[in-house]
């Protein structure tokens, strides 16, 4: 008992040296802004994969088309000729005529991942040498591609990407989104301060055109998972600088039911296994709640158990305020920032099944994930 102790111990004093750390990673990034150079602003390419209605689809499609930016096109790309969202697409057009808008409509696909044959035909229609991808659920301010862009001042910089604040609606989406703002954003910040990020999330990816050929096109990630990991992983595998923007954009929760949430949290956490074996077992160093409890019961409650608890609870708490409420601005994580110990708790267990199993559903899909990340239809 007493060893099993000591390591429980030393698990929850480096989980407070994450959560201390991860206060002043984001004290480090944040208020130093990117420079805003008004007279760059080069010609984008927006590729917008969708696929059916999203919770609020109209005013997050719209908010694209709303940019104070001088040149930029959007292609959005449907694979069903039946979609619904289609409809949705053609009365945009017509809405925003004064906006650069078309449709491609393709069955076209060139691997397991669907998204990204969507991402494949659109391209095809792309005019300018930057693209930026983000997911149909986002929603953006009027100054969004003014300010993520920037970082593309610098010519060695290839890809840009942004973190994302959520707008959940339902308890189960309410704790998906405490757990992102409070602690999947706090290791991002901690990775991007200790030695800068090397992947992109599909909230926002600005890749060169020539990154993406660089690394292959987008054949090259199309039987992949993690899509927008690879967008950022490979393009720094090539040479290319990958950048974290300030700008924070919004992501619109669709409610989900538990069984799902649980199903789609246990496929991350097998891909991010795969993708980051390293660093997906480094994790256990961040459960602090989790160990302190342990330690709490291990020790028979013993003092010391009790003090190393509240001193591990009031950092993380701390860690979840200052990152997803002073420096995100989440409303989730602002008003149910008192949940983070059950969605730990939850976490930590989703964390331990995803070491267990290689199968994945994803959209009505049974797929077997492989050991670099990759996806195959089972048999």
């Known amino acids: 008992m007493q060893i099993i102790e000591l390591v429980l111990l030393i698990l929850c004093l480096a989980a407070i040296l994450f959560y201390c750390y991860g206060i002043y ?12 150079a008004s007279q760059f602003h080069p010609a984008i390419s927006i590729l917008k ?8 689809a109209e005013v997050n499609l719209a908010s694209f088309c709303q940019q104070d930016y001088p040149e930029y096109q959007i292609i959005f790309a449907v694979r069903d000729r039946h979609d619904p969202v289609i409809a949705l697409i053609e009365k945009m057009i017509q809405q925003f005529s004064d906006v650069d808008m078309q449709l491609v409509v393709s069955d076209r696909i060139i691997g397991a991942n669907l998204k990204v044959s969507n991402l494949a035909n659109a391209v095809t229609a792309a005019k300018h040498e930057i693209l930026l991808i983000a997911d149909s659920d986002i929603r953006v301010g009027k100054d969004y591609l003014q300010r993520v862009i920037q970082p593309l001042q610098d010519e060695s910089v290839g890809v840009v990407t942004c973190l994302y604040r959520s707008l959940a609606q339902g308890w189960v989406t309410t704790l998906e989104a405490v757990g992102t703002a409070t602690d999947f954003h706090a290791g991002v910040l901690v990775n991007n301060q200790l030695s800068g990020i090397k992947f992109a999330f599909g909230s926002t990816i600005v890749i060169r055109q020539q990154a993406l050929k660089a690394i292959g096109g987008f054949g090259a990630i199309a039987n992949y998972l993690a899509d927008d990991f690879q967008l950022g992983y490979l393009p720094a595998q090539a040479g290319y600088k990958v950048i974290l923007s300030d700008y924070i954009v919004d992501h619109v929760l669709d409610t989900s039911t538990l069984a799902d949430a649980i199903q ?22 961040t459960y602090g709640t989790v160990t302190s409890l342990l330690l709490l019961i291990a020790s028979g409650a013993s003092k010391l158990s009790w003090i190393i608890l509240v001193i591990t609870w009031g950092m993380r708490l701390l860690m979840g305020w200052f990152v997803g409420v002073k420096i995100l601005h989440d409303p989730v994580a602002k008003k149910f920032l008192w949940l983070i110990p ?25 797929l077997k994930l492989l ?9």
């Open 25 to 36: 990673a984001a004290i480090a990034f944040f208020p130093h802004p990117h420079p805003i």
């Open 49 to 56: 994969p969708v696929c059916g209605l999203d919770r609020d």
């Open 264 to 285: 789609r949290q246990i496929r991350w956490a097998r891909c991010i296994r795969v993708s980051q074996p390293w660093g997906y077992l480094g994790l256990l160093f």
């Open 342 to 366: 059950f969605r730990d708790l939850i976490s930590f267990g989703i964390w331990c099944q995803g070491f267990i199993g290689s199968t994945i559903e994803w959209r009505g899909q049974q």
């Open 371 to 379: 050991k670099d990340g990759q996806i195959k239809a089972e048999v």
